[in-house]
């Protein structure tokens, strides 16, 4: 599949702060979707995008599919401590979904 | 809940062993997608199947297989276990064989441990 490139690995914030994390590929996608992952669970769908330019919110995430279709971030604002988890961005070809290799999001109250 | 079920959730086996993992699709959705998560190469995509029919291959070894049943359960059979295979392995539905605007929903997967 192909490779994304997904950063910052890891990241420890405080309560209140605002979160941005990306996800670059090689390739081009007409699907970006962004994931969140607890430990021991399976991946929940946060947002998904369909088209370039797109900027899609839920709550306090959002979401863009960049205009060139080989990127996106992901903002949270105000974070809580319940957001902490890993992040995955993944782009959807044909169909498979490729994963980038996550966000690990640590928030201290 | 994604709606998305996987039995069992954990499983421990020896080398050499054959397992089955069984994944039941949310209510309506036709494909079901395998994926392996493991600490160094991430989540990968094993294979799809839609209505039935295999759909789509991707990095599955030839010890693993697998198949959807009339009723759209799926299984994933690993054979001849190795060491390495021990990994999550998650099953997603959607509704449609294919599709830019095709969404996955993830089950809670199943943790296999070789020993």
């Known amino acids: 599949g192909q490779q994304l490139n997904q950063s910052p690995q890891s990241m420890f914030i405080q309560e209140g702060e605002d979160v941005s994390m990306n996800c670059t590929s090689s390739s081009i996608f007409n699907t970006w979707l962004w994931y969140k992952q607890d430990p021991g669970e399976g991946p929940v769908l946060l947002i998904a995008l369909y088209k370039a330019g797109e900027l899609t919110s839920n709550g306090r995430l959002t979401a863009q599919f960049g205009i060139t279709r080989k990127d996106s971030f992901l903002n949270i604002s105000a974070s809580i401590p319940s957001d902490v988890g890993i992040y995955f961005c993944a782009g959807l070809s044909g169909y498979a979904l490729n994963f980038g290799k996550g966000t690990s999001l640590l928030v201290t109250p | 809940d994604s709606g998305v079920t996987q039995t069992p959730k954990h499983l421990i086996t020896a080398t050499g062993q054959r397992v089955t993992l069984r994944c039941s699709p949310r209510s309506g959705d036709l494909s079901v997608y395998w994926y392996q998560q493991s600490l160094d190469q991430g989540l990968q995509f094993l294979i799809q199947y839609y209505n039935g029919e295999e759909r789509a291959k991707g990095n599955i070894l030839e010890r693993f297989s697998a198949q959807q049943f009339p009723d759209l359960h799926s299984e994933l059979n690993l054979s001849s276990l190795e060491l390495g295979d021990s990994a999550l392995y998650f099953c997603?539905?959607?509704?449609?064989?294919?599709?830019?605007?095709?969404?996955?929903?993830f089950g809670p997967g199943t943790r296999l441990t070789v020993l």
């Open positions: 997603a539905s959607s509704v449609m064989s294919r599709g830019d605007t095709d969404t996955q929903y």
